[in-house]
């Protein structure tokens, strides 16, 4: 009997292999870190702009657009001894000198991170309420708000909500006492709606009220004026950079702050102008349950 033999051919699957790509890492739009003692928090925008924004007072120290925007003080403390010297220090309840101590207390302490946002376009609320330190300076119970914003257009937006939460009314003055980053403070100026203001003129001994008579500023000795109802957009040119910074008082701040201690180098007064978002002439009056906003925006031009 003949057996047949059969040939069985194996052939394997054919597997198609299809190169994959490396995954880029994921980017982080909100980073925790610590600097010496203290909490921050940096905030990154899907277009690369970036902030950094300590919990100590609440303070945005840097802001890149792709530059620089804010100055940092050299004489600037980072242990927690005193505020930051420079960024974006809050003043409040009181701008300047008065019953309690200069610029108020809420630079001086820890706010809470109450809430952050991921995303194209980042945010951090910060929270600050009453407490004995407080109370014993400022007999009144409130709740900020301070929200930070990097937008994926390159501008950084600030928000704060100052809240009544007592069961009297309560006054108080406010600013950002905002510090920018100049090349050069003798080739910068200084543009918005100051012509024909009335400020006050603190350098003047004593502190006296003028028309500005000039449309666009320069800063060419010690410097501390308040111009009252200056509000809406200022713009620093600062030209040595060929970039422009554009502060945008968009509500609430309804004066504008401008200092700088010319010729200060401890300081660093050759690279920084301080134009100060405020609400300083007439105080704000808020009622129980009710709440004051502010809101500023940066952006940054080039020339």
Not at 123 to 133: M, N, R
Not at 190 to 209: C, H, I, Q, S, T
Not at 250 to 270: C, F, I, Q, R
């Amino acid at each position: 009997m003949l057996w047949g033999v059969l040939s069985l051919a194996l052939v394997a699957p054919a597997v198609a292999f299809r190169a994959v790509a490396p995954r880029a890492p994921m980017r982080m739009a909100i980073a925790e870190a610590t600097e010496g003692s203290l909490k921050k928090l940096t905030l990154t925008s899907s277009s690369g702009a970036e902030a950094t924004v300590f919990t100590l007072g609440a303070c945005v120290t840097s802001f890149k657009a792709p530059s620089e925007v804010l100055f940092v003080r050299p004489d600037a403390k980072f242990d927690g001894s005193k505020p930051i010297s420079g960024g974006l220090p809050h003043c409040f309840p009181q701008f300047g000198p008065g019953d309690i101590q200069q610029h108020g207390f809420a630079r001086n302490v820890e706010w809470t991170v109450l809430e952050t946002t991921d995303g194209d376009s980042p945010s951090v609320t910060l929270e600050l309420v009453e407490s004995d330190y407080t109370l014993g300076m400022w007999d009144h119970k409130f709740r900020n708000l301070y929200t930070v914003t990097v937008g994926k257009d390159n501008t950084l937006s600030t928000k704060l909500e100052v809240a009544n939460t007592g069961d009297a009314p309560f006054s108080f003055t406010g600013a950002l006492h905002s510090y920018f980053q100049v090349a050069d403070i003798d080739d910068t100026t200084v543009n918005g709606d100051f012509e024909g203001a009335m400020m006050l003129d603190r350098m003047k001994d004593p502190p006296a009220r003028v028309e500005e008579s000039r449309k666009v500023l320069t800063i060419e000795e010690e410097t501390d004026r308040c111009y009252e109802g200056v509000a809406g957009k200022v713009e620093i040119a600062d030209v040595s950079a060929s970039r422009t910074i554009v502060v945008d008082n968009v509500e609430g701040w309804s004066d504008t702050v401008l200092w700088n201690p010319y010729g200060n180098e401890a300081m660093g007064a050759k690279n920084f102008v301080c134009v100060e978002s405020a609400k300083v002439k007439e105080p704000v009056s808020v009622e129980p349950g009710a709440t004051w906003v502010g809101e500023m925006k940066l952006s940054l031009r080039k020339a």
